[in-house]
């Protein structure tokens, strides 16, 4: 598989829970970058990692969002207590390079909160 | 601020019209990148051309085109003689180069192609 993996495809849970999601990159992809798209909108930049490296987070990142990247392969996203603004479709995305090479999105999982 | 605008939210065309998708952006590095992206309704996001801010020449693709103008910060996409497939919501990003890679997207515009 050479492209990006993300699971689950749909996720849905009740306000209040905790949820987690799984980026695998491509594989020879140092950079990992999680966005999130709300309907209507353009996907919008949450977080960036470098190797296993958290570079940057964006302010839209609250402290109920965390995301690690162990071992600088795959990644997770988890949100904690989970709120109904939440509800969004999360993409991961790779690239390798200073410059953004073979920048590629994987399908993304969306999230619903009830 | 937004850095990249896309003023069209929703174009309609008859199946082999052509249509021109406007993108402006901002941005005071003189290094950076430009990309579109298609998002069929499946959702996936899908490349469809990335390039550099010095390299102006505009690019053609099969039914694709590009054209990049700096001095007055647009890059437009067009599709020659639409085709039913294309229809999709279609985004303009930018990537600065002291960003780490980060794509900025504008809003998107949705492209609704009717036989």
């Known amino acids: 598989d050479t492209g990006v993996s993300q699971n689950p495809r749909h996720k849905i849970t009740k306000r209040g829970q905790n949820v987690t999601f799984r980026c695998d990159p491509i594989?020879?992809?140092?950079?990992l970058y999680w966005y999130r798209q709300t309907l209507g909108q353009g996907p919008e930049f949450l977080t960036y990692?470098?190797?296993?490296?958290?570079?940057?987070k964006s302010r839209l990142l609250s402290d109920r969002f965390s995301a690690e990247r162990p071992k600088g392969s795959f990644s997770t996203l988890e949100i904690q207590r989970t709120e109904q603004g939440d509800s969004a479709m999360y993409l991961c995305?790779?690239?390798?390079?200073?410059?953004?090479?073979?920048?590629?999105f994987g399908s993304g999982t969306r999230l619903t909160v009830v | 601020a937004q850095k990249v605008t896309q003023a069209q939210t929703e174009i309609s065309v008859v199946e082999k019209e052509d249509v021109t998708l406007d993108c402006v952006y901002e941005?005071?590095?003189?290094?950076?990148?430009l990309f579109w992206y298609k998002q069929p309704p499946s959702g996936e996001l899908v490349f469809l051309i990335r390039?550099?801010?010095?390299?102006?020449q505009n690019e053609i693709s099969g039914r694709y085109s590009w054209n990049f103008q700096k001095s007055t910060s647009s890059f437009n996409f067009t599709i020659t003689a639409s085709q039913v497939v294309d229809s999709a919501v279609y985004f303009c990003?930018?990537?600065?180069?002291?960003?780490?890679?980060?794509?900025?997207f504008g809003a998107g515009t949705q492209v609704v192609v009717t036989p």
């Open positions: 995305a790779s690239s390798v390079g200073l410059i953004p090479y073979g920048y590629t």
């Open positions: 594989s020879e992809h140092n950079r």
């Open positions: 990692f470098q190797n296993e490296a958290q570079l940057e």
């Open positions: 941005t005071r590095d003189t290094t950076y990148y």
């Open positions: 390039r550099n801010s010095f390299d102006e």
């Open positions: 990003a930018l990537s600065e180069i002291d960003s780490w890679g980060k794509l900025q």
